[in-house]
Every structure is written in structure tokens, then in C-alpha cells.
């Protein structure tokens, strides 16, 4: 093959950042056409990119000496800083360098340092273990541990443990975890695709005996007690299983695999009980020391037992990880009795506690996580152990059990369960001592990277924000969940209605395409989806419709909007249209009462028909813009008709023209058509001052459900009533966002009313439009969908009265958007930042007397406005 070469001058618009399927130096590819893509450390005025070329090779030395001997893209004079790989085909398990060299605004070249992916299984046949598991059935409770020694006498180069699993995992090499992921693999319809973790183990083998060991758990495939969603009934449930390939390159270039076969042994041990959903049980008494080592004992251990695959389609995960983001020490430790002490963690979050403590052989102690306290300061489970419906005696909802050893200090940290919580109770069945340092705190989710930052004179705003977040990284686990107690279930509509906020706070997209693939696995060949995703059947009923489960089309939109990658959207693309065309053919006339409604509103209940035909509306025009992205004609025609139709349908039926309200005119009825763009373009401003006039009469507040939620502040804010949507967004008495906050809320409620009887979980993500919406309003800071991915960007500010100061930050796949101003007198400061190889434009708000729509090119730039 011929080798392309290059130089390496460096300028200062060095490309940085790079990653590859939006992941840093990834492990397990499986794509053959993965994406690249990177940003330009480019600060000067007008930063651009005219041309880019990458560079792939097999060989990292090869590739900084210049040679690119796999694949060179050849110079490219476009902008683009997303690019398929579309060279050869590349090899299964191999690791691949690659590095882009891009020319600036000047025709300047500047080269980046090097990145690596590296590729996977990519397909079923490679694997050469067998999936194991042990002699148990689905009803026993201990998790099982497996382990298999090995000798190795030449020098290692690499080794990667390939681990496919149908439940949960853990992996260690001669007595070390391997990595600090948890809860891996993610839930997955696991009778449809199962993922596989790639686990980097070179660092841990040696010259001469190895062990290696593997501890499983049920997760969602082995669920064991009830609960209203069938968890339990789930088609593929079984007891837990793996297969594992762990693939050793020695320096000679020689290679080895140790897979998965009956030279294992298996054994329950110190857990006796997982559930993802309830807790974990561990007896210290159990305990095997070094049972991950060589030299360990295991004469008394059972052989294994070979079983099918749990799916024929085993794929990699790329995915953020689950983690152990942030620990928590407890703001204060209560004694109730000898054997009650009760923590707060100061917040409420997503994750596990870790216990230190000596006592007694034989003590039993009950870790209870919840949400609230009664009165006495006893911990209150009320409001979340609502579904659950197993035996609470011998496994209660949301409680570790641990037996203590009595031979040294005990220390116990759940791996196979997570709860919602900010206290603990822990019930002793012997007097004990316990104080600050008996237990700490993990909130836990995946670990998707920060792209927001916010922070104005108002604590209310600052602190909503901060809500917003806790609220949706507690609700992502792999896939984002309702909550992290009652239900932990992948709620469709709280998926969408969450999108924005995410997005602009999280870059988060693999979470996503992870779920749209859930999506893929569990539509019906008619079309239809279930209401939560994944799952083990529930779901299919008659509320699973156009409000909920259009996340099959929004999703892929809003990702295509905020990263400029059309992939979900062409993956997706089938089964929009498989959708949207069942939609189609129980709705001849256009309108659709297949749908939930406004869920848990304030007091007004809102049309159902109205609001699922928008969601319909909503669908048939994105799969419309989809068909022309996409380049298929005949669909787009047949899309945009249907767009068409809806839309005539809605208005005929529910738009009173000469009033401006639609059906009874509660907000959401006037929001929702707003928002997605159903009211026609003359009758616009009568709605929008017809909503605002609604809103005055609630005194700025909130009669709403999740579908009003998301559309009124956008309703408002895009129809010239900024500062109405800023009065609602900061109020806080009820019903507001800012009640929960001044009532001491550290995440988002599900419940406007703090009295409510039902649904009333204290950490719920559907109502969290809000955080999203900040970045949109004072921050102004939106994509384009001309030119998606912040391409180019719209700044629409508004600058509400009341507020003397906002800064907010959006890093975009080309970098940092600063929209920051303050207010001085009658003029406002305001700054702004553009990312290279980006633009903006202006739109000043109403309140402005001295500026015009401006179009503004990368680097920074102070705007002087006069307020009117
Ligand atoms: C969940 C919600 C969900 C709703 C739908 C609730 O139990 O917690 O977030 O969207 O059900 O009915």
C-alpha cells in the first residue's frame, strides 16, 4: 500500500479534542465506518477551517514519522469537523492511530497530536468462548463468582478481556477490579442484543501464574422479586451468564486467548442476594479471601455449565460508563437508639453507600435508602416504595443487609443495585456505634461529560439549574430512567421531554444512541413502541402513544440539531416511518387520541386529542425534513402532505381563528400548538397574547402538565413574551419550579403539589425543561437547523427585568458559546464568544432600542445595547 505523507507544522488553530464515535480513544469499535471528528484550539477572529485531511495507520510511529499506510481521506477544502471513516475495510481487534491535519481561514495547515480507536469483535463469529454460567436456576438467590488460573511465559504486549454478559459484571485479574465502570453491561432487551465491554487487562497479568475472576449479577435479566412492570415475567430471563475472550498479544507477535469453557469453576460466596431494583445482601461471613488469586483453593468449587447466547446479536458497548462521579460525607449523623442512626447526605442523587464498621458476629444491619424523614426523624419510604411488591420482610425495597463478620472492621459498598436517596437509616440488630465516618455516599450515573455552565445574580435561577442537573444525572443509568426509586424505568416521554436540558448541559449523545437502538430492539413489526424502554414486556398497552414514545423521532432530531451528525437520524430512519405510518392508518383523518395526555397537572386538564395529534404533527414533519436530509424524495412528498393534513385536521377541529384559542384555551392547549408550530401564521399573535393574558391571570403561575412544561416558556419567549415565561420560570410560590427550590428541593419533584397523594417521587426528570431553557432564553444560545451542530448559531437573548446578570456557556462541537451580559444603568454589556469555524447571529429582544439583527464571526465580541 502506498503510504500518504505530510508534515507537521503546527499553527495556533491546532485541531484538538478529537474523538472517535464521539468517545475518547475508544475500546471495541465495531462499526466499519466509525466518525471522527475534533475541534480547532483556534481563538482568532474569523477562525476557520478551508480544508482538512485525516490520517488512519496501524502504526503510531509510522503515523508521527507521517505516514498514514491505512487510509488518508486526501485533502478536503470543506469545514467539516465530522467525517466517516470510509477507507478499507478494517481488521477485527486491532488498534488503529489516527490523526487530522486541517487548514486555516489563510491556507495554513496545523496538525493534531495523536488519537487511537480500536476496533472490536465486530460480528457473532469471532468469539471462541463458550457462555457459561452456573448450576443454579433463576430462583436462587447468591450471585455466583467464577475463576480459572493460567500460565503465561512470554512477555505481554497487550491484553483485552472481551466480556459479554447477560446481567451484570465484574471482572478481576489476579486479586485487582479490573477498571472503575459500574453496573456493566447496560440494560438491553437482552434476548435482542446483548453488549459486550471491552476491559484494557495488559497492566494486570504477568509472567508465570494468573487468575482471573468474574462475579455476576442479576441486573434487569434475572429480576426476582414483582413489581407492577413484569420485570420478573421478562421473556429472557435466566440466571446470569458470560462469555469472555481474553486476548493476549505477546512481544513476538504471537497471540493467546483465554476464553470462557469448562476449565472454570464456580461458587456463591459473601452476596446472597442482588436486585438492581431493591438491594444487595452480604453476609462477611462468607467472605473468600483471594478468590480472584492463583494460589487461592478452590477444590470445593463446582464446574461450570455451558448455555446458549442469550441473543444472536452481541455488540460493543460505546457508551459513557456508569461511575462513582462525586462523593458525599454526611451533613449530619442522627442517633435515634442504640441500633437507629439516621444520615443525611445533604442531597438527594442516584447511587450506593459504602459502610465501614465493626461489631458483633452476627449483627445484622439494614441499610435503608430514602428519599424523606417523618417527623421523629425516622426515615419515610412512603412516597417511593409505591410498585413494589415483593416480600418486604425478607426484601425490603430500597435496603442492603449486611452481616458483619465480627473479625475486623466490615466494609460493604452494593455492586449489583443503585437507589434514589439523600438519607439512610440504618437499623443494627445489636447496640452499635456509628458516627460521620460509617458511611459515605456515591451518587452514581453515567458519566457523560459537562457542556453547561451557568451562573447569574439570581441564586433562584443558579439553584434551578443546579436542580435540573442532579435531577437528569440521577436519571441516567445507561438510559434515562423516571426515577431512580419507585420505578427506575426508561419512561418514554420523560426521555423527550428532558432532551433539550440534556443536550445543553451533557454531551450525552452515546447515552442516547444506545436507547434508540433499545428503541429499534422493542418496535413492533406494526409499528408500535412500548411506553418504557427497555423492557421485559410491559408497556404495550393504550397509553403508550404520540406523546411518549415519539421519542423515536424527536430524539434523533435533537441530536442531529445539537451535534450536527445525522447517524441516529439515518438509523432511525426506518422506523419513524414504521411509526408514523401505523399513526397513519388508525388516524385516517389526521387526528389521534392514542396518547397519555398532560401528565400530573396542576389543576386544568387539557385536550388528549390535541395534544397527541401535535406529537403526530410533530413526528410527520420531522420524518418529512428526515426524507429530504436523507435524499428520498418520493417519502418527503408523502411526508409533507401528511404534515399538511395534521395540521389542517388540529386547527379545523380545535382553533378557534377568530378568538385565537384552541380547545378550552387552558395553557397547555394554547402552549402546545405554539411551541410545535401548528398555529397558522396570521393567527400566531393571537394566541401567543391570548396565552400571555392566561398567564397574567394565574398571577405568573403554572397551570400545567409535562406536555404544557415543555412548551410554555418556549410558547411565550418565541412570541414576543420573554418577560412573562422569565416571571414564570423564577416564581416561587406554588404552583412553580421555585416552590420545590425555597421548600429546600435539591433535585426536581414529579408533583407541583407538595401535598399530592400519588406520584410523588422527589426525584423526577419530566418536568426538566427548565435547565434547557435557561440556555435558551437569557442565555439566547440556540442551534440552527440550516446548519445544526452550532454550524451556526442564533443568538436570541432576552434580557428580563429583574435580572442583572447572566453568564452561560455552551461547549458545541466546535467549542465554547459564551453568551454572557450584565446590566449597567440603561445599558446592557454584552458578551459574546464564538467557537472557530463557527458563526452567529444576532436577534436583539424587544427591549433594545439601539441594535439590529448582526451577524457575528468566531472570537469574542462586546455588544453595547441601550434597554428602552
Ligand atoms: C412515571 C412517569 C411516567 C408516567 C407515565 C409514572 O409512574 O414515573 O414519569 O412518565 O408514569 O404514566
Known sequence: ???????????????????????????????????????????????????????????????????????????????????????????????????????????????????????????????????ISDNHDIHYKAAPYFRRTFTIQKSIKSARAYVAVAGLYELSVNGKRIGDQHLNPMYTRFDKRTLYVVEDVTAQLRSGKNAVG????????????????DFH??????????????????????????????????????????????????????????????????????????????SSTIVSQQ????????????????????????????????????????????????????????????????????YYLGDKKTEPFQTDIVTLSGKKEDE???????????????????????????????????????????????????????????????????????CPQREKNGWTGDGHLAIETAFYNFDAITVYE???????????????????????????????????????????WEAYMFYGDVRLLEDCYPHIKRYVDYVDSISPGGLTTFGRGDWVPVKSQSNLELTSSVYFFVDATILASAAKLLGKTEDQKKYEALHQKIKTAINSKFLNASKGIYANGTQTEL????????????????????????????????????????????????????????????????????????????????????????????????????????FKSIGGILPDPAQPGFKHILLKPIFPKGLNQSSVTHTSPYGDILSSWAVHGETILYDVEIPANSSATFYPPENIRNANVITLEAGKHTLRLDLK
Open 671 to 774: 402552549s402546545v400548538p405554539l411551541y410545535w408550530g401548528v398555529v397558522p401564521e396570521n393567527i400566531k399573535e393571537k394566541v401567543a397574547s391570548n396565552l400571555n393574558r392566561k398567564v397574567e391571570e394565574t398571577d405568573f403561575h403554572l397551570d400545567v402538565g409535562v406536555l404544557g412544561a415543555k412548551a410554555l416558556l418556549n410558547a411565550l419567549k418565541e412570541n414576543g413574551y420573554g418577560e412573562t415565561a422569565y416571571k414564570v420560570a423564577v416564581q416561587d410560590t406554588y404552583p412553580s419550579w421555585g416552590w420545590w427550590i425555597v421548600n429546600g428541593a435539591t433535585t426536581l419533584l414529579e408533583n407541583w403539589d407538595l401535598n399530592a397523594k400519588r406520584d410523588i417521587s422527589d426525584n423526577h426528570m419530566m418536568f426538566g425543561e427548565i435547565g434547557g431553557w435557561f
Open 514 to 556: 444506545k436507547w434508540m437502538a433499545d428503541h429499534r430492539d422493542e418496535q413492533r413489526p406494526d409499528g408500535v413502541l412500548p411506553d418504557i424502554i427497555p423492557t421485559g414486556g410491559w408497556g404495550y398497552g393504550t397509553a403508550n402513544g404520540l406523546d411518549w414514545t415519539s421519542t423515536i423521532a424527536i430524539i434523533p
Open 214 to 229: 468474574i462475579l455476576l449479577g442479576n441486573g434487569w435479566y434475572n429480576h426476582q422479586p414483582l413489581a407492577v412492570w
Open 233 to 310: 415475567k421478562a421473556p429472557w430471563r435466566d440466571r446470569p451468564a458470560f462469555c469472555m475472550d481474553l486476548h493476549i498479544v505477546y512481544m513476538d507477535g504471537s497471540e493467546e486467548t483465554i476464553v470462557s469453557d469448562n476449565n472454570w469453576k464456580t461458587s456463591s460466596g459473601p452476596i446472597t442476594y442482588n436486585n438492581i431494583y431493591t438491594g444487595e445482601h452480604y453476609d462477611a461471613r462468607l467472605e473468600m479471601p483471594e478468590w480472584d488469586k492463583s494460589g487461592f483453593d478452590d477444590s470445593a468449587w463446582q464446574p461450570v455449565r455451558f448455555r446458549n447466547p442469550p
Open 412 to 482: 460493604f459498598m452494593s455492586r449489583f443495585t443503585y437507589k434514589g436517596f439523600r438519607y439512610v437509616e440504618v437499623n443494627s440488630s445489636e447496640p452499635i456505634v456509628m458516627d460521620e465516618s460509617t458511611l459515605k455516599a456515591y451518587f452514581m450515573h453515567s458519566d457523560v461529560r459537562p457542556v453547561g455552565e451557568l451562573a447569574t445574580s439570581s441564586s433562584l435561577v443558579n439553584n434551578l439549574w443546579k436542580a435540573t442537573n442532579n435531577a437528569y444525572l440521577s436519571n441516567l443509568m445507561g438510559y434515562p430512567t423516571d
Open 1 to 131: 500500500m502506498n503510504s500518504i505523507v505530510y508534515s507537521s507544522e503546527q499553527t495556533d488553530g491546532t485541531p484538538i479534542e478529537l474523538k472517535c464515535e464521539h468517545l475518547i480513544n475508544p475500546l471495541g469499535i465495531d462499526t466499519p465506518k466509525p466518525r471522527f471528528s475534533w475541534k480547532l484550539n483556534d481563538k482568532r477572529k474569523g477562525a476557520q477551517q478551508s480544508a482538512y485531511q485525516i490520517f488512519v495507520s496501524s502504526d503510531s510511529v509510522a503515523l508521527a514519522a507521517g505516514n498514514g499506510d491505512r487510509w488518508s481521506s486526501g485533502r478536503q477544502f470543506v469545514s467539516d469537523m465530522l467525517v466517516s471513516y470510509t477507507g478499507p475495510a478494517l481488521k477485527a481487534q486491532t488498534k488503529y492511530f489516527w490523526r487530522v491535519r486541517v487548514w486555516d481561514k489563510d491556507g495554513l495547515p496545523a496538525t493534531s497530536s495523536i488519537a487511537s480507536f480500536e476496533t472490536g469483535m465486530m460480528g457473532a463469529e469471532r468469539w471462541k468462548g463458550k457462555w
Open 319 to 386: 457508551i459513557a460508563p456508569i461511575r462513582l462521579v462525586k462523593s458525599y460525607k454526611p451533613q449530619s449523623v442522627r442517633k435515634i437508639d442504640e441500633k437507629t442512626y439516621v444520615f443525611d447526605m445533604g442531597q438527594n442523587m442516584a447511587g450506593i453507600t459504602e459502610l465501614k464498621i465493626s461489631g458483633r458476629e452476627g449483627t445484622v444491619l439494614h441499610i435503608r435508602h430514602g428519599e424523606r424523614l417523618h417527623p421523629d426523624g425516622r426515615l419515610d419510604q412512603s412516597n417511593i416504595d409505591v
